[in-house]
């Protein structure tokens, strides 16, 4: 059974940075799509980023240009800068097994799996 494990949520001032990891435990897939989704209370959830088995990346229209989504080994990074107070959301690691390539559209229904969430903060 896989688990996802998020690490390195925080509190920024405007313009900061941050790089949230996600431990990928009990891995086995040989194709798949990760992503980072995002929720806050005032929206519904959103994906960031996701990352496919060849390589290729997607990003929302909010994070393209200031977020970086990258997997080494078992973790998934995300490397944000020029954070807004927008970005303020809980941030969650999700994997869809089976694919070679992330979908635009974003829909969390075809995850199999999620982390629990790590927090992110924003202030101006």
């Known amino acids: 059974q896989v688990q996802l494990v998020e690490s390195g949520g925080g509190s920024v001032e405007a313009g900061g940075s941050l790089t949230l990891s996600c431990a990928i435990v009990g891995f086995r897939f040989p194709k798949y799509c990760m992503a980072w989704f995002r929720q806050s209370p005032e929206k519904e959830r959103e994906g960031v980023a996701g990352?496919?088995?060849?390589?290729s990346t997607l990003y929302a229209v909010s994070a393209k240009g200031r977020f970086t989504i990258s997997k080494a080994g078992d973790t998934l990074y995300l490397q944000m800068s020029e954070l807004k107070p927008e970005d303020t959301a809980m941030y969650y690691c999700a994997g869809r097994w089976g694919v070679r390539k992330c979908s635009y559209g974003w829909n969390s229904e075809e995850y199999n799996t999620w982390g629990q969430g790590t927090q992110v903060t924003v202030s101006s």
């Open positions: 990352i496919g088995t060849d390589g």
